[in-house]
């Protein structure tokens, strides 16, 4: 048995990897501070609320863009999973080439996502991860990770907006039936989900004059990515799991 532990700025993701199949999963806040104990009791009480056993995960695999909190999550699997993890990153086979300027910047939930994206879906395509930061990066026909466009995501927008104007109130985050908004809480949904979509659409469809290819599919995750998957057809694909189905891919690669 696998796990996978997709570690991000705002939640970290595990889950049970067997085959193609995710039969379990669950999420926890990153930025709490624990001991490598409490990620190690944390971890069993998941497998055991849902009826698993822990002993019999005989391989870990992470993918993360949080360093502070590695030393104590990778003790935590050691000292209660009693498995040594397979970390994303120099070093670890991934089957695609990073065609960047500087592809030790590129982060390790990128790379898991262009990976899972490109082999599922095929290529050229565009991968979007509506997370803590929205990120757009290009994969190439032939399976290379070319480009990458980053933004704040639409949260931190938001706290932004609230945070740094006295009389603003922090909002939920969702369509107004108008842009035409005549109170300050759908004047705000409006501005930030209207502006949001119409950025997404933009830098799509930027990306695809610049590289010259029309027709490349989008694929989009992350919190948020149901939320604009539906509120635009630039969007083609919404997968929630593609940070986990890029962690079982690269992990295969690596124990053939």
């Given at each position: 048995?696998?796990?996978?532990?997709?570690v991000?700025?705002?939640?970290?993701?595990?889950?049970?990897?067997?085959?193609?199949?995710?039969?379990?999963?669950?999420?926890?806040?990153?930025?709490?501070?624990?001991?490598?104990?409490?990620?190690?009791?944390?971890?069993?009480?998941?497998?055991?609320?849902?009826?698993?056993?822990?002993?019999?995960?005989?391989?870990?695999?992470i993918?993360?863009?949080?360093?502070?909190?590695?030393?104590?999550?990778?003790?935590?699997?050691?000292?209660?999973?009693?498995?040594?993890?397979?970390?994303?990153?120099?070093?670890?086979?991934?089957?695609?080439p990073?065609?960047?300027?500087?592809?030790?910047?590129?982060?390790?939930?990128?790379?898991?996502?262009a990976?899972?994206?490109?082999?599922?879906?095929?290529?050229?395509?565009?991968?979007?991860?509506?997370?803590?930061?929205?990120?757009?990066?290009?994969?190439?026909?032939?399976?290379?990770?070319?480009?990458?466009?980053?933004?704040?995501?639409?949260?931190?927008?938001?706290?932004?907006?609230?945070?740094?104007?006295?009389?603003?109130?922090?909002?939920?985050?969702?369509?107004?039936?108008?842009?035409?908004?005549?109170?300050?809480?759908?004047?705000?949904?409006?501005?930030?989900?209207y502006?949001?979509?119409g950025?997404?659409?933009?830098?799509?469809?930027?990306?695809?004059?610049?590289?010259?290819?029309?027709?490349?599919?989008?694929?989009?995750?992350?919190?948020?990515?149901?939320?604009?998957?539906?509120?635009?057809?630039?969007?083609?694909?919404?997968?929630?799991?593609?940070s986990?189905?890029?962690?079982?891919?690269?992990?295969?690669?690596?124990?053939?």
């Amino acid at each position: 048995m696998i796990l996978g532990i997709d570690v991000g700025n705002t939640n970290t993701e595990l889950a049970v990897l067997i085959g193609d199949e995710i039969p379990y999963s669950w999420r926890f806040v990153t930025k709490t501070p624990r001991t490598s104990d409490e990620y190690g009791v944390l971890i069993k009480s998941f497998f055991r609320n849902s009826g698993i056993s822990v002993e019999e995960v005989n391989s870990v695999i992470i993918a993360s863009v949080v360093p502070n909190i590695m030393y104590s999550l990778i003790n935590g699997i050691k000292k209660y999973i009693g498995v040594e993890p397979m970390v994303v990153g120099p070093g670890i086979k991934t089957g695609m080439p990073i065609n960047t300027s500087d592809p030790s910047e590129v982060g390790a939930d990128r790379i898991v996502d262009a990976v899972a994206a490109y082999s599922i879906y095929g290529g050229p395509v565009i991968v979007t991860d509506f997370g803590t930061a929205t990120t757009f990066d290009y994969v190439t026909q032939d399976g290379a990770f070319a480009a990458a466009v980053t933004t704040p995501g639409i949260q931190i927008s938001i706290d932004a907006l609230w945070k740094n104007a006295a009389k603003l109130p922090n909002i939920e985050i969702k369509k107004p039936p108008s842009i035409l908004a005549r109170d300050t809480v759908t004047s705000m949904q409006a501005g930030l989900v209207y502006g949001y979509i119409g950025q997404v659409e933009y830098i799509i469809e930027q990306i695809k004059k610049e590289t010259g290819v029309k027709d490349m599919k989008v694929v989009a995750t992350g919190g948020y990515g149901r939320l604009f998957y539906q509120e635009t057809k630039s969007i083609n694909v919404y997968d929630p799991q593609l940070s986990l189905k890029g962690l079982k891919i690269i992990h295969d690669k690596n124990f053939r």
